[in-house]
C-alpha cells in the first residue's frame, strides 16, 4: 500500500468539499437566513455527535481487517457482518435517545423566534432516523479503509459531501427555506451514500462470502472499540457544547458567527486527516515497532513543514478573506475569533500523529484516558470563557485544550522529547503570527516580518525534511509542466 497515494487520494477527497462548502454557506445564510442556519449547524452537530452509537466499532473493524492478511477473506467478512449487525442495534438506540434529547433542547432551551421553533419541532424525527444510518455508514467506511480502497471510499465521500451540500441549498432556492423539507432531504441523502459504501464492500469483499456473525469477535470488537467510544464521547463533546451553550445563551444568530470561522478553520485538517487515515493500515500492521516509529517520525516532520506556511498565510489573511467572503459587518464578528480557533487546528493537526499510532498500535485506551483527564479542566475554562468573554471564550477554551490534548498524545506516544526539538520553530512561528493579529499588523509589517523569517524556515526545513518528501519535491519541480 501507497501511504503517499493514499493521502493524495484523501486530501483530494477532502479539498472539493470545502471548495463546495466554500460557494454554498455564503448562499445558504442569503437564502434561509442567519438563524436558520444557525439551527442547521446545531443539527448537523447532533447528528454527528450521536454517530458515537458506533461504538469505535467503524475503527476497530478497520483495525482489524488491516491486520488480516489478504487471503483471510472469510474471516474479514466475518468482522464485517458482526460489526454491522452491533451497530445496525445501537444505531436504533440512538435514535431512540436523540428524538427526545433534540425535542428538548429545540423545544425549550435554544434561543430562536417562536416562528422558526415550530419547524425544527417538527422535523426532530428525521434527526433521529439519521443516527442508525450513521453507524452503519461508519462500518463501511472503517472496511473500505481497512482493505485500503481510499480512492473509491473518497470518491464517494466527494459525492457524498457536495450532494448533502447542494441538494438542500436547491430545495430552498426552489420550494422555500422551510426546515421541514431541508432537514428531510438531508437525510435522504444520506441515505444514498450509505447505499453507495455498501456496494463497494460488497463487491470487494462480501461477494461469495456467507453472512456470519461471530459472539467471540463481538467481544474483540467492543474491547477496542469501547475505548475509541469513550474518545468518540468525549471528543466530539467537548468540540461541540460551545455552540450549544453559545445558543442556549445568546441565541442561533451567535451560533453562526462563531461555526462559519469554525467549519472554517475546521477545513484545515484535510492535510493531517489525510496523512493519518492513510498511515493507519501500515500501522495497524506494524504495530508501536521501529517501522511504526519510523513511519510516525517522517509523518510529523513533514507534516509540520508542509502545514505551518499554510496556517501562517491563514491567520494572517483571515480578515481580508472574511471581508471578501461574507462582508465586512460579518468579518469584524468573527474574525479574531477564526484566527484564534485556527491556531488551536495547528495544534490539533500534530496530535492526529500519535492519536493515529496508539490506535492503530492496540492502545485506544492511553488516547480515551487522556481525553477523559481533558474534560473537567475544560468544562471550567469554557464556563469562564464564555461567562466574561462571550464566543471569543469559546476560541481561546477550544485552542487552549487542543494545546494541551497534543502534548499528553504526544507523551504517551513516546514521542514528546524528539517532537520538541522538531516543532520548536513552528510553534515560535505560530505565537508570533498571533502577536502580529494582537498588535493590528499592517500590510508592510507582514511583508518586511515574513521576508526576514523566510529564510530561517528554510533553513529549518532543510535540517528536517524527511528523504521522501524531499524526491517527491524533486520529481515535481523537474517535471516539464510547460512546453
Known sequence: MSIRKNTLYNLVGSIIPIAVSLITIPIYISVIGESRYGILAIAWLLLGYFGLFDLGLGRATAQRIAMLSSNKRGERSETFWT????????????????????????????????????????????????????????????????????????????????????????????????????LPVTIITRVFVAAMLFQRCYSHLLKRQGVKVSKELSGKLFQFGGWVTVSSVIGPMMVILDRFVIGALLGAKYVTYYTVPFQLAERTTVIPVALSSAMFPRLASSGSGEHGRLLTDKALRSLAIIITPLFLLGILSLEWFFELWVGENFASKSTFIGQILLLGFWTNAIAMVPHALLQASGKPDIVAKCHLAEVVPYFLLLYFGLEYIGILGAAIAFSTRAFADTIILLFNANMLKSSVKVLALPVMLMFFSMCLVILNYTFWLVVGVVSALFFVYIYWVSKNIPEELLRFLEQVFKRKWFF
Open 83 to 182: 460489526a454491522l449487525t452491533i451497530n445496525s442495534i445501537f444505531g436504533v438506540l440512538g435514535a431512540a435517545i436523540m428524538w427526545p434529547v433534540a425535542l428538548f433542547f429545540f423545544g425549550r432551551q435554544l434561543s430562536v423566534d417562536d416562528v422558526l421553533k415550530p419547524e425544527i419541532v417538527n422535523s426532530v424525527y428525521w434527526l433521529a432516523l439519521a443516527v442508525p444510518i450513521a453507524t452503519m455508514s461508519g462500518v463501511f467506511s472503517g472496511t473500505l479503509q481497512g482493505l485500503s480502497k481510499f480512492l473509491e471510499l473518497n470518491v464517494i465521500s466527494v459525492c457524498g459531501t457536495a450532494l448533502l451540500q447542494i441538494i438542500p441549498l436547491a430545495v430552498a432556492v426552489l420550494h422555500g427555506p422551510d426546515l421541514k423539507w431541508l
